[in-house]
């Protein structure tokens, strides 16, 4: 197929962002949507958008679908609402499940070929004890799955209703992704609470991964030949005290010195909220991200590796130390 015209949805999130930044690398025509009342953001360097055949459109309303995906060849569904407030649920759950659905079923009128969904490994479930994670996990109701696990535990299913309808395609499970973008929004949020000190600390292991590594893992998933498949995206399993602690190192910042037993937990989120009240930021503790920063799951990405033999992650160390290089270079802007 000669310069296939792939479709991002959520383009000018996160992920999308890089992901973007991949595909044009490569040399693919890209299409990607944004609502209307979007920007382009900062973090990436204007540049990065030239060639770019942006849609507005709306992963809600099905009519502005059509219109975008009229002649693509491929899709990268990495548009979602990461959140953890009570007031976000509505819309997440609108967005991550129903949104996820109008995407099948437009891809499917559209005779699209092939898509790539961006699930979450929120959506294989999260264990207490220290359990390792893989593509054979299923789903079980527990207390540790917060509502955006949720979410997107059920959008996955439309993905997987699409692959079952004549779609080809697999769905990718990262972890907690890691980078360069808007402190204060998604996972990026981490780094501006390491900036501005965090005391506390938990027993707590989750696994992680570079928002450059998983947009290119997503890209050499387009690729390949694997179809009705999904694939664990997480380069290494850390202590959350040593992610913290890592962070603030480069940051200047003294690391977690405070043991938080999961009454203190409770504790900090409340003020937390209390905080984000004040300073307009949303703020990065909830009852839910409390209760997981206790709980140690461990992921397992052996057989992204071994279906893409040469691929590799970037270690966390490096992608942590240059990540918190280009937030000091911003502060200083």
């Not at 759950?93 to 929120?122: D, F, K, P």
């Not at 405070?258 to 905080?275: N, T, V, Y």
Request: net charge positive.
């Amino acid at each position: 197929m000669n310069n296939p015209i792939i479709l991002v949805t959520g383009g000018t999130g996160f992920l999308g962002t890089y992901i973007i930044r991949e595909l044009l690398r490569k040399g693919y025509t890209v299409r990607a949507i944004k609502r209307a009342s979007s920007k382009l953001p900062a973090f990436i360097d204007t540049a990065s958008w030239e060639g770019v055949d942006w849609h507005e459109a709306d992963l809600l309303d099905v009519v502005s679908l059509q219109d975008a995906f009229a002649g693509v060849d491929a899709v990268i569904h990495a548009g979602a609402v990461v959140s953890f407030k009570p007031e976000d649920r509505r819309n997440m759950y609108a967005v991550n499940v129903t949104g996820t659905a109008n995407v099948v079923n437009v891809a499917l009128q559209e005779n699209v070929r092939r898509l790539v969904h961006i699930s979450s490994v929120a959506a294989l479930g999260r264990t207490a004890n220290g359990e390792v994670v893989n593509e054979t996990k299923s789903w079980t109701e527990n207390k540790l799955n917060t509502h955006y696990a949720i979410s997107k535990f059920h959008g996955e299913l439309e993905a997987w209703r699409g692959f079952a309808e004549g779609l080809e395609g697999v769905v990718l499970n990262p972890s907690t992704v890691l980078g360069y973008g808007d402190w204060n929004t998604s996972s990026c949020a981490i780094f501006r609470q390491a900036y501005q000190g965090m005391p506390w600390y938990t027993e707590g292991v989750n696994g992680f991964v570079g928002v450059e590594d998983l947009a290119r893992a997503t890209v050499a998933m387009l690729e390949s030949q694997q179809s009705m498949e999904r694939f664990v995206v997480s380069a290494e399993n850390l202590p959350f005290r040593t992610l913290m602690t890592s962070i603030g190192r480069e940051f200047g910042q003294r690391p977690p010195w405070r043991k938080a037993s999961p009454a203190m937990g409770g504790i900090a989120w409340r003020l937390e909220k209390l905080r984000s009240l004040f300073n307009g930021h949303t703020p990065l503790l909830s009852r839910e991200t409390a209760r997981i920063a206790q709980s140690k799951t461990y992921f397992d990405s052996g057989k992204l590796l071994t279906t893409l033999p040469e691929f590799r992650f970037t270690p966390l160390e490096k992608v942590i130390r240059e990540s918190c290089s280009r937030y000091l270079q911003q502060l200083k802007a």
